[in-house]
């Protein structure tokens, strides 16, 4: 069965810990491949990327720190983490319009 690689980005996400941004809403059983965080910001900023589901909020990184102009990859040497129909991926960063994140994902990983 072939697999459908897809790919979600957000820009500029929230500053709002209370309020992050939603950047994936999954419709069936996903596997994130990737989610990679980007500092934009001419300063360090810090990034929380969590996954809501049931009304549970699940941190996958908290409070991360990313150097000015680096990069965070949050999914390493062929790790995935499972998503399932209705769970939530959202980010903030401590820094207004400083991180980009990325996620690139396999949709419905079965059938």
Partial sequence: MAQDFERTYASSISNNSASPTSILTSNSDDALISVRCVNKHSSSATVTVLIASG??????????????????????S????????????????????????LISFVDTISS
Avoid: R
């Fill in 55 to 76: 009304g549970t909020d699940y941190n996958v990184i908290k409070d991360a720190p990313i150097p000015t102009g680096s990069s965070l990859e949050l999914i390493d």
């Fill in 78 to 101: 062929g790790s995935k983490i499972v998503i399932q129909n209705g769970d939530v991926v959202k980010a903030s960063s401590d820094t207004a319009s400083a991180v980009d994140v």
